[in-house]
């Protein structure tokens, strides 16, 4: 039997500077839609780096307070994952809620 611990809702960071950052793509962006968390160790900013994606498209990032923790569990699939939904979207903000599953 899973057991769903809720991590919290937290802003997208960066989305100005990726994929849904046109009207045209925010729109797509719905409640309760799924979100992938990336590890992306090769990022020149933060090695702890967790991209968000939908689908193929990029969102943003996890906030940096919280990628370490995040890199973590992503790296023990087999102990718990991570799932995140869009919760809200803002004319400015995407709120994704977090949950771990263990």
């Not at 769903?4 to 802003?11: A, E, K, N, P, S």
């Not at 869009?86 to 977090?98: E, Q, R, W």
Request: contains cysteine; aromatic residues 8%; proline residues 3%.
């Amino acid at each position: 039997m899973s057991k769903v611990i809720q991590l919290g809702v937290y802003r997208v960071m960066g989305v100005t500077y990726h994929d849904f950052a046109d009207t045209k793509t925010w729109s797509q962006l719905t409640f309760g839609l799924a979100v992938q968390l990336q590890p992306e160790p090769d990022n020149i900013h933060d090695h702890n780096a967790v991209i968000l994606k939908i689908g193929h498209q990029r969102l943003g990032y996890v906030a940096r307070t919280l990628s370490e923790l995040f890199t973590r569990l992503l790296d023990q699939p087999d102990l718990c994952s991570i799932k995140a939904s869009i919760l809200s979207v803002t004319n400015t903000d995407i709120f994704i809620s977090y949950e771990m599953i263990v």
